[in-house]
């Protein structure tokens, strides 16, 4: 069964150390995707992409900075992608994800942890389900590696990318649960 990430109730969220003393967060404001559940409701796999234009850190020069070749280099890769590989179930709505993420062309696995929350019903009448992930990864393993050195030694931008992912997801209709 197919369930649908409901973009306007979810969030693609990263902090991200500047000058080594404090924590700068953003988020994508558009990416879409889909997890597919098995008949017992159990993840198997999750297929993510997220709009590299539409990062947003509330300072627009930093994210015009973003966008450009320095670091995500939007004209030539328009998009994030993750893909799982496996769904491993740690404990109840407790799981490993592994799989592909994919930033300026370069496909990397990456493993994180994700916690999820039981199917309800919305007043709407749709069936709704809700999960929670959260990571780290090193940000030059996918080319991006602008820096600078300060004065003292340190780092301008930190390496380690901090994620967070709060997403909401709707109960696909069921044309849409049906291969074409």
Same mark, same amino acid.
């Given at each position: 069964m197919r369930w649908n990430i409901d973009q306007t109730h979810s969030t693609v969220e990263f902090g991200v150390k500047h000058l080594g003393i404090a924590t700068v967060k &953003?988020?994508?404001?558009?990416? !879409? #995707?889909?997890?597919?559940?098995? !008949?017992?409701g159990l993840p198997v796999s999750l297929d993510v992409s997220i709009d590299a234009a539409s990062i947003d850190t509330n300072q627009a020069d930093r994210d015009t900075h973003l966008r450009?070749? !320095?670091?995500? !280099?939007?004209e030539r890769f328009p998009s994030l992608t993750f893909r799982s590989s496996s769904v491993k179930r740690l404990a109840e709505h407790e799981y490993e994800?592994?799989?592909q993420l994919t930033m300026r062309g370069?496909?990397?696995?990456?493993?994180?942890?994700a916690e999820t929350q039981p199917v309800?019903?919305?007043p709407w009448g749709d069936h709704r389900r809700a999960g929670v992930a959260s990571g780290k990864l090193n940000?030059?393993?996918? &080319?991006? /590696?602008?820096?600078?050195?300060?004065?003292? #030694? &340190?780092?301008? /931008? #930190?390496?380690?990318?901090r994620f967070n992912l709060e997403? %909401?997801?709707? %109960?696909?209709? @069921? @044309? %849409?649960?049906v291969a074409v």
């Open positions: &953003g988020r994508f404001r558009k990416f !879409d #995707g889909f997890i597919e559940v098995n !008949d017992a450009s070749p !320095d670091f995500f !280099d939007v994800v592994a799989g370069n496909a990397r696995p990456v493993t994180f942890r309800v019903k919305s940000r030059k393993e996918w &080319g991006l /590696v602008w820096n600078q050195i300060l004065e003292a #030694g &340190g780092l301008a /931008v #930190g390496e380690d990318v997403i %909401e997801l709707i %109960e696909a209709p @069921a @044309a %849409e649960k």
